[in-house]
C-alpha cells in the first residue's frame, strides 16, 4: 500500500483527550507517526491529503446495527451496510444476530464474517444470541460462537426476561471472558405501549410505554451482575432513573457499561408529530427531561457509548398507522452528523464525544481501536463538523429510507473514511 501522509489536520485524540494542530502517516494498514504541530515533509513515494484543518480523529465504531443478511437482504445487505457507515465515518459495526437463519451458530458467524470479508468496506463483527432462536430459554454455545469470532452475545430486539436463564448467561460469560449485551425492555410491561408514557402519548390517543419498563430489568440485570461477576452492557437505556441505576453500579465497582441511541440524544417524544412512524423506535423516545439527562450522563460518563440502533425498514413495515408499524429507523449514515448537534449546541465537548463514539465501544469489545498513535490501525475518518445540509433520504446509501432526519437540517460530515489504510468513502457534492 501506497503511504499516505494527512496533512494540516486538527487531530482529536478521544483515547487521551488530546487536539491540536497536526498531522498523521499512515503505512502498511496502521497509524506509523503522530505529528502534533507543523507536518513533516512527506515521505518518499507517499500520497499527501490535505486536511484542510478538518478535524482527524480515529473511526466510529458502532455496537448496534440491524443487517439483514442473511434472510432480508431486500431491507439491507452487508455491503450496502458497510457503504453506509462508510459514508457516516463508522470503521467497525457489530451486526445483532435478528437474521434469518439466527446467528446462534458458529456457522452462521462464520458465513457472516465470511460475506463481510468479500463485500463489506467496513470491519464487520457479528454479535452472537445468547440463547437459541432467540427464544429466551435455550443457551447457545459461548465458548464455540466465540472462537468462530462472535465478539458479544445479544438477544438483540428481544430481552432475555427469564432470571434463572440471564444467572447462567452471565456465569458462563464471566468463564469465557464474554460480553453480554442485554437490550432492557420487560415486554410484559411494554405490552401493546408504542410510544412513552405521558401527556404526549394521552393527546395522540396512543398506549404508552411506562419507564418502569426499562427500569426493572435493568434493576434485575445488575443484581444478577452483583451475584455472578459477568461482563454486562445495557445496549441502551433512555430516561434519568436508569442512569442513575447504572451510576450506582458503577460506583459499586460492578462490571457494568450502557449505550444510548443517537435518537434519544437528539430527539424527544414532540419528534413524533403528526404519527411519524420513523420516529416509531425500541426504546421509544422520551421527553425532553429525560433527554437532557442521558446528554448530561453522557457528558459526565455514566453512559459509556452511542450507538445508532440501525434498523432498516421497508414501506410495508413502516408506511401503516403509528400503532402497527415496526419499531426502528436508520441511523449508521445519520450517526455522526446527529450526535455533532452536541457539538454545536454546547453540551458536549467534540472529544467526549468522539471517545463515546470510538475509543469506548473499543474498549467495550476489547479490541484495538479508538486511538490516535503509532501502531493503532488506520481506521480514520477525516470530518468538517460545520457543513450544513439538509438530509435527503434518497441519497442515503441503506437500501430502506426509514430515517427519523428525513429533511432535517444537520451540521458536519465525514469527508474522508480509512478502513485499514484504504480509502473507503470520500466525499462529492452532489450533482
Given at each position: ?5 494527512i496533512?494540516n ?12 494542530p497536526?498531522a498523521?502517516?499512515v ?5 506509523a ?5 507543523a507536518?513533516p ?7 499527501t ?5 478538518h478535524?482527524l480523529?480515529?473511526g ?9 443478511e ?8 452487508l455491503a450496502?451496510?458497510?457503504?453506509a457507515?462508510?459514508?457516516?465515518g463508522?470503521?467497525?459495526l457489530?451486526c445483532?444476530?435478528d437474521?434469518?437463519p439466527v ?6 458467524v462464520?458465513?457472516?464474517?465470511r460475506?463481510a470479508?468479500d463485500t463489506a468496506?467496513?470491519h464487520?463483527?457479528p454479535?452472537?444470541?445468547i ?5 429466551g ?7 464455540l ?6 465478539v458479544?452475545?445479544?438477544?438483540g430486539l428481544?430481552?432475555?426476561t ?12 464471566r468463564d469465557?471472558g ?10 410484559d410491561?411494554?405490552?401493546d ?7 404526549m402519548?394521552s ?8 419507564r418502569e419498563a ?7 440485570d445488575?443484581r444478577l451482575?452483583?451475584?455472578t461477576?459477568?461482563r454486562?452492557?445495557?445496549a441502551m437505556?433512555s430516561?434519568a432513573d ?5 451510576r450506582r ?5 460492578l ?9 434519544n440524544?437528539v ?9 411519524r412512524?420513523?420516529c416509531k423506535?425500541?426504546p421509544?423516545l422520551?421527553d425532553?427531561?429525560?433527554?437532557q ?9 455514566v453512559?459509556d457509548?452511542?450507538v445508532s440502533?440501525?434498523?432498516?425498514q421497508?414501506v410495508?413495515?413502516?408506511?401503516l398507522p403509528f ?11 445519520t450517526l455522526?452528523?446527529a450526535?455533532?448537534?452536541l ?17 469506548a465501544?473499543?474498549?467495550v469489545l476489547g479490541?484495538?481501536?479508538g486511538?490516535l498513535a503509532p ?5 480514520l ?6 457543513a450544513?445540509y ?6 442515503l ?16 460530515r465525514?469527508?474522508l473514511t ?14
Amino acid at each position: 500500500m501506497t503511504p499516505l501522509l494527512i496533512a494540516n489536520a486538527r487531530l482529536v485524540d478521544p483515547a487521551s483527550g488530546r487536539e491540536g494542530p497536526g498531522a498523521v502517516l499512515v503505512r502498511d494498514g496502521v497509524v506509523a507517526d503522530v505529528h502534533w504541530g507543523a507536518a513533516p515533509p512527506a515521505p518518499e513515494g507517499a500520497e499527501t491529503v490535505e486536511a484542510g484543518g478538518h478535524v482527524l480523529a480515529p473511526g466510529l465504531v458502532d455496537l448496534r446495527a440491524f443487517v439483514g443478511e442473511p434472510g432480508a437482504e431486500h431491507r439491507e445487505t452487508l455491503a450496502s451496510a458497510s457503504a453506509a457507515a462508510a459514508a457516516g465515518g463508522v470503521t467497525t459495526l457489530v451486526c445483532m444476530p435478528d437474521t434469518n437463519p439466527v446467528i446462534d451458530d458458529p456457522a452462521i458467524v462464520d458465513f457472516v464474517l465470511r460475506r463481510a470479508r468479500d463485500t463489506a468496506s467496513v470491519h464487520v463483527l457479528p454479535a452472537a444470541a445468547i440463547t437459541k432462536g432467540l427464544g429466551g430459554r435455550v443457551m447457545t454455545e459461548f465458548g464455540l460462537l466465540g472462537e468462530a469470532g462472535a465478539v458479544a452475545f445479544t438477544d438483540g430486539l428481544r430481552s432475555l426476561t427469564n432470571a434463572q436463564v440471564m444467572r447462567r448467561a452471565l456465569t458462563y460469560a464471566r468463564d469465557f471472558g464474554a460480553l453480554l449485551m442485554q437490550h432492557v425492555e420487560e415486554p410484559d410491561l411494554v405490552g401493546d405501549g408504542v410510544m412513552n408514557e405521558g401527556e404526549m402519548a394521552s393527546r395522540l390517543g396512543l398506549h404508552g410505554i411506562p419507564r418502569e419498563a426499562e427500569t426493572i430489568l435493568l434493576e434485575r440485570d445488575i443484581r444478577l451482575v452483583r451475584l455472578t461477576g459477568g461482563r454486562y452492557h445495557a445496549a441502551m437505556i433512555s430516561c434519568a432513573d436508569s442512569v442513575e441505576i447504572v451510576r450506582r453500579a458503577k460506583e459499586a465497582g460492578l462490571p457494568v457499561t450502557c449505550g444510548v441511541s443517537i435518537n434519544n440524544l437528539v430527539l424527544n417524544e414532540n419528534d413524533i408529530g403528526h404519527y411519524r412512524t420513523f420516529c416509531k423506535l425500541s426504546p421509544p423516545l422520551r421527553d425532553e427531561a429525560d433527554r437532557q439527562a442521558v446528554v448530561a450522563g453522557l457528558a459526565e460518563g455514566v453512559i459509556d457509548v452511542v450507538v445508532s440502533d440501525h434498523n432498516p425498514q421497508d414501506v410495508e413495515t413502516k408506511r401503516l398507522p403509528f400503532a402497527e408499524a415496526e419499531d426502528g429507523a436508520l441511523g449508521i449514515e445519520t450517526l455522526l452528523a446527529a450526535a455533532l448537534r452536541l457539538v454545536h449546541a454546547g453540551d458536549l465537548p467534540l472529544p467526549r464525544l468522539l471517545a463515546a463514539l470510538s475509543s469506548a465501544p473499543a474498549r467495550v469489545l476489547g479490541r484495538a481501536g479508538g486511538r490516535l498513535a503509532p501502531g493503532a490501525p488506520a481506521d480514520l475518518v477525516l470530518i468538517d463538523p460545520d457543513a450544513p445540509y439538509v438530509l435527503d433520504k434518497r441519497r442515503l446509501r441503506s437500501l430502506s429510507k426509514n430515517s427519523p432526519f428525513d429533511e432535517a437540517r444537520l451540521q458536519g460530515r465525514a469527508l474522508l473514511t480509512l478502513v485499514g489504510g484504504r480509502v473507503v468513502h470520500r466525499f462529492e457534492e452532489p450533482r
